[in-house]
């Protein structure tokens, strides 16, 4: 089975711009998790969505969301770029939500 | 709310030295935790989890909710053990992390 894959792997923006990142999950996975990873704040869970459902959200404001599709690949976005952004932005896709198979990460840089 | 506690941010150990990477959690119903770890260069992965009650890598953990920890334990380090360790804790969808322990493995 192929793994989780994240396009792309690594993204310079600027302030003030906004980013869309992608998941594709292992087939047949219906869970995708999104975690953000920084050395200040280790892994940090942003959202998890189930059949294009969001089941749960992390302590973020409003500037991070996501979406499902149908085909289980998932979406996130972060409107508004602030510096502290830059991160590593990790995916993982789980059948039940039990074990996680993670991505390689998008690394999103902030200038 | 639910909160994961690792005491130790790095941990140094010789080879063939027994080691324990702790992890403290908070939460007041019955927990789903286990043990992720990230390799250099890979990416994170499960070592294992408490419901599985398995021993993998010669890794074991067991969880003791009277003080509320789920250690991670080996007699006898390998260097190829040497990696960052994440304890985590599964509430209805939501997983949180630990900060993580950073391990060495000295030969």
Redesign the interface.
Known sequence: KA?VTQTPRYLIKTRGQQVTLSCSPISGHR?V?W?QQTPGQ????LF?Y?SETQ??K?NFPGRFSGRQFSNSRSEMNVSTLELGDSALY?C?SSAE?????????TRLTVL | AQRVTQPEKLLSVFKGAPVELKCNYSYSGSP?LFW?VQYSRQ????LL?HISRESIKGFTADLNKGETSFHLKKPFAQEEDSAMY?CAL?N?????????TRLTVKP
């Open positions: 793994g869970s998790s975690y280790g892994l940090q869970f998890e189930f089941r749960n992390g990790l993982a939500f039990n074990e996680q198979f993670f991505g390689p990460g | 789903e992720y990416r994170l992965q499960l989890r994440y599964l209805n969808n939501d997983m949180r992390f630990g900060a993580g």
